[in-house]
């Protein structure tokens, strides 16, 4: 029983002293393109109401004012704000709470293509905490949320 409580507390502090070595921001991009037009594509995502219709890992959404949000998904609720709007081609949202352990934007850039638009979602995070910037790197990604959003949005679209 000591030896396993042992490497229990040992693995722990392992992946403590890890995350606390790592960088506290990252940056990930994920592309993706649809076969629908800028404007298309840019009013399902900027139509925040509606993301609990075609993502299935939020439960909720309440618009707090103009520019305010908050999700309410499996892993918990998260307010964003919307820092950038350029319809049809840029769309920039922020975390704003400050007690999640992380936080940062989302960068959404639409371009035409001749197949119809290229999405790029480019995440800039700080991952204060240092179990979840363990986590993070190695267990689920940064990169994970990007992709499960677009694998979600070119179903919505498609």
């Known amino acids: 029983m000591k030896i396993a409580l042992g490497a229990v507390l040992a693995l722990v502090l392992l992946v403590v002293v890890i995350g606390a070595l790592l960088p506290r921001q990252h940056t990930a991009s994920r592309t993706l393109t649809l076969r629908r037009s800028p ?14 219709a075609w993502r299935k890992d939020v439960k909720r ?7 305010r949000f908050r999700e309410e998904s499996s892993h918990g609720t998260v307010t964003y704000e919307v ?5 049809g081609q840029r769309l ?6 400050q007690d999640l352990g992380y936080s940062g934007r989302w960068t959404y850039q639409l371009e035409p293509a001749p197949e119809g638009t290229l999405l790029r979602i480019t995440e800039d995070g700080d991952v204060s905490n240092v179990v979840f910037r363990f986590l993070s790197r190695f267990v689920f990604g940064h990169a994970t ?9 070119a179903t919505r679209l498609a």
């Open 92 to 97: 920039v949202t922020r975390i704003v709470d």
């Open 145 to 153: 949320t990007m992709e499960r959003y677009l694998a979600a949005l």
């Open 39 to 52: 404007a298309e594509v840019y009013a399902v995502i900027r139509d925040f109401a509606a993301t609990p």
């Open 61 to 67: 959404v309440t618009l707090l004012d103009a520019s």
């Open 83 to 87: 820092v950038e709007d350029v319809p």
